[in-house]
Nanobody, 120 residues
Framework: QVQLVESGGGLVQAGGSLRLSCAVS????????MGWYRQDPGKQRELVAV???????TYAESVKGRFTISRDDAKNTVILQMSSLKPEDTAVYYC??????????????WGQGTLVTVSS
């Protein structure tokens, strides 16, 4: 069984920074894409950033230049460094990992979500 454990959410003032971390554990053969999504109540979940196994990154237009995604394959961890935060960045942030597990093949796994609140 594969698990994702997220950490780093919280309350920050506009203009501040937060660092989200997501650690993957379990019976894993290979991790492909690692990403972060966010969701406001009443809205659809949206992509924030994704990083491939080849280190190619993709960002939502709204976070370009402010957020940086990175991964540490030795620790099976993906990091989202968020800077210059705005109130509109307030949401629940979810880690997502696409990987090959030893017993269940290719799977798409989601974290439990971590709340980021940016006050004005």
């Amino acid at each position: 069984q594969v698990q994702l454990v997220e950490s780093g959410g919280g309350l920050v003032q506009a203009g501040g920074s937060l660092r989200l971390s997501c650690a993957v554990s379990g019976r894993i053969v290979r991790i492909n894409d690692m990403g972060w999504y966010r969701q406001d109540p009443g809205k659809q979940r949206e992509l924030v950033a994704v990083i491939t196994s080849g280190r190619t990154t993709t960002y939502a237009e709204s976070v370009k230049g402010r957020f940086t995604i990175s991964r540490d394959d030795a620790k099976n961890t993906v990091i989202l460094q968020m800077s210059s935060l705005k109130p509109e960045d307030t949401a629940v942030y979810y880690c997502n990992v696409k990987l090959l597990a030893t017993t269940s093949g290719y799977v798409d796994v989601w974290g439990q979500g971590t709340l980021v609140t940016v006050s004005s």
